[in-house]
């Protein structure tokens, strides 16, 4: 594929209308580029912010020819767009990141070979076809563990942590969606994660280490910069780096890793796309993620992601939505309020991130 450069006031076409859509949406039209976007709803979270809205679902070839007729380039705002499409798209329209990495990250399985493939390592793993399998996946794994569908989860969702092994026949009775694979339980210091950015002509870009906090398989805080010494920080940001030239990353790679006691990073999960982690870079770098994505696929020089205010992250679930907004009269110039625009709060549903910004890490929490 022969890269280009997408210049304002040309027009982005983005499959899928979430939250991540309309944060690129907003920084790209800052940046003086119009916007598309395909969703089945007509009021989406980036629809509220785009300048025109192709509605129709996912599966719809139809409906994304249609926003690629409107596009000078494509991009996806989450990986579970289907790869036959983005596939069938990116033979008639520019769409730089490609689809090798979204069917990587689409998998478990695929996304483990391939941090390994790149000499980096992960918690060690088995394929689990079905429930018959999981008796000899944990004779192999050991306990604790955890079973994760291979395809479709997000959030912690089908997921199920075992302890002991009278659970499994429990477990095995509740498997209907397979296959499945089974981790080694990581006995993990902190949960980290890193984005890294790769434009067309090879320039790469790792934002600083920052270290999340989850609730119940959900990000609930991120703090930028993660507090780990500089060998950690600069040891994440390689890793990164080699993950990116590795899959040929064109746009952004957000890595998800564990750090253990003795300083050993475990790749844990990959996502080619900005990611909720990434949100603090809002306030707390010279290039937010969004800008950053928007230059990586767009073939501008990629921004510089220096960290310049310790900022942290708290994720707005449907839940802490009225709290919040309570507590608004009280927020300071300190207490950047981002919401999505979704119309229903419902619980756990992400309807926008609180990012305090301070001197220091411990003034933000
Ligand atoms: P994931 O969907 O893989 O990101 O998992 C959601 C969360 O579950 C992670 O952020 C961790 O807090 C926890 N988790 C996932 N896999 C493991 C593991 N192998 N060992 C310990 N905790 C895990």
Avoid: W
């Avoid at 982690?277 to 501008?300: D, K, N, P, W, Y």
């Amino acid at each position: 594929m022969n890269s280009k450069t997408v210049e304002p006031p040309q027009t982005i076409g983005i499959l899928g209308g979430g939250q991540l859509g309309r944060m690129i949406a907003l920084k790209a039209r800052e940046m003086g580029y119009r916007i598309a976007v395909l969703d089945p709803t007509s009021d989406s979270p980036c629809g509220q912010v785009a300048d025109c809205q192709v509605v129709g679902a996912f599966d719809d070839l139809e409906a994304a020819v249609e926003l690629a007729a409107l596009s000078d380039v494509l991009t996806y705002e989450f990986e579970n767009i289907s790869a036959e499409l983005t596939e069938t798209l990116s033979r008639s329209h520019y769409l730089p990141q490609g689809t090798e990495l979204l069917r990587i990250t689409q998998n478990r399985l695929r996304e483990k070979e391939t941090a390994q493939a790149a000499g980096l390592q992960t918690a060690p793993f088995q394929f689990v076809r079905n429930g018959s399998d999981l008796e000899d996946a944990l004779d192999a794994i050991g306990l604790p563990a955890v079973l994760k569908t291979i395809s479709g989860g997000y959030d912690g969702k089908g997921q199920y942590f075992i302890e002991k092994r009278s659970e499994s026949a429990d477990i095995r009775k509740q498997l209907t969606a397979g296959p499945y694979l089974l981790e080694g339980y990581v006995p993990f210091l902190k949960e980290l994660s890193v984005i890294v950015a790769r434009s067309a002509a090879g320039e790469i870009r790792s934002f600083p280490v920052v270290e999340n906090i989850h609730r119940e398989g959900i990000l609930a805080i991120t703090l930028a910069p993660a507090r780990v010494n500089a060998r950690v920080q600069h040891a994440a940001k390689t890793l990164a780096a080699i993950l990116a030239d590795h899959v040929d990353l064109v746009g952004l790679l957000a890595v998800e890793l564990f750090l253990l006691e003795d300083g050993t990073l475990l790749v844990n999960e990959m996502a080619p796309r900005p990611h909720n982690s990434g949100h603090c870079t809002m306030q707390a770098c010279s290039t937010s993620q969004f800008e950053q994505h928007v230059r990586a696929i767009c073939g501008l020089p990629l921004g510089d992601p220096f960290i310049h205010t310790p900022t942290v992250m708290y994720n707005v679930l449907g839940e802490h939505l009225d709290t919040v907004l309570r507590c608004l009269p009280h927020f300071d110039g300190c207490c950047k309020l981002h919401l999505y625009g979704k119309a229903e709060a419902k619980p756990k549903r992400k309807m926008g991130h609180l990012n305090i910004i301070g001197d220091s890490l411990k003034t933000c929490m």
